[in-house]
Structure formats: structure tokens, C-alpha cells
């Protein structure tokens, strides 16, 4: 008898992407670890890998994230 259930977060009706398989998925079917979302549509998780690296970059620049001393 386990002593502890197992639990997927999320919920059927958002969209999440799986960094494993590569593939967008209804509802939590990977583990958390492994999945980008949740998101509000199929399009948007279909674009999950897209997204990360648009705010990526923008981080990048942000100069409230940049570590690098501002030279005089």
C-alpha cells in the first residue's frame, strides 16, 4: 500500500509542451520536470520552444538582468 499518492499537476484543457517527447500534450501526461506550460491554447504549446527562446534573448538584453559593469 503506497503512502502517498502520486499527483500530476495541471488540469485537462491546458496545453502543455514535453521537452521528452518533443510533442504538445492535453492535461498533465509528463512529469512537471519535463514539460514547458501550462498554455491556454494548442497553437501556443505547439510554439513553447519558440517562446523560450524569444524571452531568453530578451533577458539577455535586459540590463536590470546583466551582470556585466557598465564601462565609463
Do not use: I, S
Not at 494548442?42 to 538582468?65: L, S, V
Request: net charge negative; glycine share 6%; proline share 6%.
Amino acid at each position: 500500500m503506497a503512502l502517498f499518492k502520486r499527483r500530476t499537476a495541471g488540469k485537462p484543457g491546458e496545453w502543455y509542451y514535453c521537452l521528452e517527447h518533443g510533442t504538445v500534450e492535453e492535461g498533465p501526461q509528463c512529469r512537471a520536470a519535463d514539460r514547458l506550460g501550462p498554455y491556454e491554447t494548442r497553437e501556443e504549446a505547439a510554439h513553447a520552444m519558440e517562446t523560450a527562446r524569444e524571452r531568453n534573448e530578451e533577458w539577455r538584453e535586459d540590463p536590470r538582468w546583466n551582470d556585466e559593469k557598465k564601462k565609463d
